[in-house]
């Protein structure tokens, strides 16, 4: 008759702490995938993403949500726009600016604001308006606040970045390839200013 054998005191310890691993390693959760990350916090570099473009806002026409690290290693020119100012002509300059200039890696990036209560349609109206009267093509983003404690995130940093916040309707800021913001401009400065073009041209130079 076999005797059953008994296990000492340590051999006890050692299965008891092998079977604690093991119910342990069935409770974890499996390991994150890329799409369960929680996102970048908007602002903050991301990668090769730098923390002037990293935000997402929806497109103008149709909301689809738009990540504006797409455009990372691009010249960038950030404008607030409406439909019924004075200064609503230079979308004419600004589309052939783009035009212009993006295989170069220009992007024009167009956030319409009712700020200076001069934009109060709705998307679709404002989208309508830009591409029925003056063609416009370049990137534009929904309808959103530019200044003051309810301004969106990226003119936030903008503020910050520069200090100052657009005193009107067709206030620009240029973003360099590398994600520095270089510099801001009323919008007394036109599309088509040459000392502005000149500007433009010599981002585009630089790597």
């Known amino acids: 008759m076999s005797r059953q054998r008994t296990l000492e005191p340590v051999q006890w310890i050692a299965l008891a702490g092998a079977l604690a691993l093991a119910a342990a390693a069935v409770m974890l959760p499996p390991p994150a995938r890329a ?7 908007a602002g903050q570099p991301a990668g090769n993403c730098p923390a002037s473009l990293n935000f997402r806002f929806p497109r103008l026409q149709d909301d689809a949500p738009q990540n504006l690290c ?3 290693g691009k010249v960038v020119l950030v404008v607030n726009t409406a439909s019924y100012c004075g200064f609503t002509p230079q979308y004419e300059g600004l589309e052939a600016l783009y035009a212009k200039y993006r295989d170069r890696g220009l992007v024009v990036l167009g956030f319409p604001s009712n700020d200076f209560s ?11 308006f830009c591409y029925n009267t003056y063609g416009v093509k370049f990137p534009m983003l ?4 530019v200044r003051g404690s309810d301004a969106n995130p990226m003119y936030a940093l903008l503020a910050q970045e520069t200090g100052t916040t657009p005193k009107w309707n067709f206030y620009k800021y240029l973003i360099d390839r590398k994600g520095q913001v270089v510099g801001s401009y009323n919008s007394m400065v036109k599309p088509d200013d040459k000392q502005f073009v000149a500007t433009v041209e010599e981002l585009l130079n630089k790597r």
């Open 35 to 41: 799409a369960d990350k929680p996102a970048t916090v």
């Open 142 to 145: 929904g309808k959103s606040h």
């Open 118 to 128: 001069q934009e109060p349609g709705s998307a679709k109206e404002i989208s309508d």
């Open 70 to 72: 797409q455009y990372a």
